[in-house]
């Protein structure tokens, strides 16, 4: 049986080596359980000592020029596939830098779903899983991803890190909503589920589709046998659009979630290109949570804290949560305001997601904002401020997981 | 027989050179046909494990990427073993090549550390230089002692053997 006929999705590994670190076997494994394998595009081994010139780059490691004659035999078709999983060594400049233009050039000549990742030895197929799902979801599933209005009766519920969200829409409404923080996934699902379902005066039998998403989806759709288990990335990116109007043509969505970040280029509603991560829980919802429990105020009051503040008055860097929270208590100690530190708190979350994430993606606007940590005030306006671009915080955008899988689940009422 | 280290590691024409002159070149190669021929949890395909990079650790901080770390685990043992060097300088992809640059300066700087007699040659642009480049290394090959080491290398063969026999008894 051909890959075709097995529905097996090809993505070409675009890598600097990584059969040397010791995570081939997990690039493997994660591949294995979205149904999908690594492809090596064959190119001619004498043209390695040339395609620096002809793509401009020229570096010194034989691995980085095969990654380049790669991506050109991917994008001139030689090799035909579904997806680009790019990577290299963590912690290797020339690896980054070859990345990101290998990365950059494939976006730009071609319309395979890309994703980028750089690995260390203990990276793990759990890791790599999320990323991959997505990007076999968008080789897979584009019709599914083309849905812009929700029908029927559905639900979605988000088993996030930090909360769990649940909403159920009807003909293309909110009618329920339900927020609770994750505690045990089944029971925070359940209750969250209940929220929305007594909120909207229908009972879980009425209901003709649901969707499940975020780090418990597997756990919490089995037990409600929903119809649509599917990650983060694309549920995100289609509520993301779906919620702000912009459905049509690009738009850049950043979710900053309670453990992590994502930032996704989007395009019709369909991610291209995408990354999820951060170097430390420095950069998500964690940290704010944090930071408010040392100000002594709700996490709901830090954002309108953060606006009345200054971020310049205070230094905060949360590459690392400890160093973080040890800055706020530093400039605590020093007499800073605590809205000035609730301010470089946004600020320093933020940064960190431009120096991080928005490196990997092109920003095209409108830039869409959701995620728990949007609805911070002081957030969406750092945001702003650093990339001096109109940011959009859509209304339920704390709900967009929730959303985007209800959506996405009324795909499955017609069929 | 004198140990040659060959750079770049994976180039079969330069191992083939070392073993014409009666060496043996210490290869990348046979590190690898090691790893997939042993019988073991990482037998083929799964033949390097998150472990080599750690081993790599011996070469290269824990900041050196794991790239450059897992090279150096099968690499870095070959460079112990070194008794002479050949180093060739820019060649094309296809004489070798393993790849990552910063293993290349590592493992070329390692070996000079060592101050064992290396014979360092840039790879030959025109038929003339080729020649010359072959006489370069085939007169450096001439110049390592052979019957000399063998003697030596089997001095060290019966020690091994003498200490496992001590080992043995003082077990008994």
């Known amino acids: 049986m051909s ?28 591949a294995a359980r ?42 001139e078709g030689i ?51 999320t990323r991959l799902e997505a990007l076999t979801t968008v080789a ?21 890190s930090t909360t769990t969200k649940a909403v159920v829409m009807k003909d293309n409404r909110i009618i329920g909503t339900g927020w609770v923080p994750t505690i045990k996934v089944l029971e925070s699902a359940e209750e969250a589920y209940s929220r929305a379902l007594k909120e909207a005066g229908v009972s ?24 649509l288990i599917q990650e983060e990335i694309t549920v995100n990116s ?45 950069a998500s919802g964690r940290f704010f949570e944090m930071i408010s429990k040392r100000l002594g105020v709700e996490i709901t009051e830090l954002g309108a804290l953060a606006v009345k503040g200054m971020q310049e008055k205070v230094t905060m860097n ?35 997601i431009f120096e991080q994430q928005l490196q990997e993606v092109d920003v095209k606007e409108p830039l869409i904002l959701v995620g728990g940590s949007s609805l911070i005030e002081g957030v969406p306006k750092a945001l702003e401020e650093l990339l001096k671009i109109k940011v959009l915080v859509p209304r339920n955008s704390h709900l967009i997981g929730a959303v985007g899988a209800a959506l996405l689940a009324s795909g499955y009422v017609e069929e | 027989m004198a140990k040659v280290f060959i750079y770049p590691v994976n180039s079969l024409i330069l191992a083939d050179l070392v073993e014409r002159y009666g060496h043996k070149p210490l290869a990348v190669m046979n590190q690898v046909r090691e790893k997939v021929t042993n019988i073991s949890l990482d037998s083929p395909p799964v033949n390097i494990t998150p472990e080599d990079p750690k081993i790599g650790l011996r070469y290269a901080a824990v900041e050196v990427p794991p790239g450059v770390r897992g090279r150096m685990a099968l690499i870095g043992p070959l460079i112990e073993e070194t008794e002479a060097a050949i180093i060739v300088e820019n060649p094309p992809t296809n004489f070798g090549c393993v790849g990552c640059n910063r293993t290349n300066e590592l493992m070329k700087y390692l070996v000079r550390e060592k101050e064992v007699p290396t014979l360092e040659v840039v790879y030959p642009e025109s038929e003339e230089d080729a020649r010359e480049f072959v006489y370069k290394i085939a007169a450096f090959l001439e110049s390592l002692p052979k019957e000399k080491d063998k003697v030596g290398e089997k001095k060290g063969e019966e020690k091994v053997e003498e200490e496992k026999a001590e080992g043995q008894e003082e077990e008994q």
């Open chain 1, 34 to 75: 979205v149904n999908a394998k690594f492809v090596f595009p064959e190119i001619d081994i004498a043209s390695i000592d040339n395609i620096g010139k002809e793509f401009g780059l020229e570096v010194a490691s034989g691995d980085l020029r095969l990654m380049m004659a790669r991506a050109k035999a991917v994008v």
């Open chain 1, 79 to 129: 090799t035909h596939v579904d997806g680009v999983f790019i990577t290299t060594c963590f912690r290797c400049a020339e690896g980054a830098i070859v990345r990101n233009e290998v990365r950059r050039y494939i976006h730009k000549h071609s319309n395979i779903p890309v994703i980028s990742y750089s690995f260390t030895e203990r990276t793990s197929a759990g890791t790599l899983l």
């Open chain 1, 318 to 352: 949360s590459y690392c949560i400890v160093f973080g929270i040890q800055s706020l208590v530093n400039s605590l100690a020093k007499g800073s305001a605590p809205e000035d530190v609730a301010a470089a708190a946004c600020y320093s979350v933020v940064e960190q």
């Open chain 1, 238 to 282: 289609k509520g993301a659009v779906y919620l702000a109007d912009r459905q049509k043509g690009p738009a850049t969505v950043i979710d900053i979630g309670g453990m992590d970040n994502k930032a996704i280029s989007v395009e019709d509603g369909i991610p291209g290109m995408f990354t999820m991560g951060g170097i430390c829980a420095g």
């Open chain 1, 140 to 160: 897979r599933r584009r019709h599914l991803l083309a849905r812009e209005v929700q029908t029927g009766l559905t639900a979605g519920i988000d088993s996030g």
């Open chain 1, 3 to 30: 890959a075709e006929e097995a529905g097996i999705v090809k993505i070409a590994l675009v890598s600097c080596g990584s059969e040397y670190s010791g995570v081939q076997p997990e690039f493997e494994e994660a």
């Open chain 1, 204 to 227: 879980r039998e009425e209901v003709q589709a649901l969707g499940t998403t975020g780090y418990g989806r597997f756990l919490i759709g089995k037990h409600f046998n929903a119809q």
